[in-house]
């Protein structure tokens, strides 16, 4: 059995610990999710106006899929927002509660060697809308 390695699944950036990357990388979809929800309900909708498939924003909120510069420009000009809303620590307490939450799903899944469990949909996670 391949024992779990965090770097493959979460990047080491500079001294950061590898749960905060991915409690940050998993609040990022989150807040992409809320944003695509308000301006057009279905991921299908958002699909077509970015000119991509269902997948694409299946996987960007599902924190599956890491956005590069240009496209996080260009979700952010579709979906209406600026980037720098994806960014920055919690800004509430639901936000603040599942940021723990990830952190801890990532040492836990560290601890006994298999990559974290993919997440659920926000919404299921118990945010409210």
Known sequence: MRRFSPSPHVPRIGNRDPALVYADRQLAALRILERRARRFGRQEDAAQALGRPQSFVSALETGQR???????????DVYGFEPSE???PPR??????????WQQEYREASRVGR???RPRGPYKQGRSS
Do not use: M, N, Y
């Not at 509430?92 to 939450?101: S, V």
């Open 115 to 117: 990559p974290p469990a």
């Open 92 to 101: 509430d307490d639901a936000e603040e509660t599942l940021h723990a939450r």
């Open 86 to 88: 994806l960014v920055g």
């Open 66 to 76: 890491r956005l590069d510069v240009v496209e996080l420009l260009e979700i952010a």
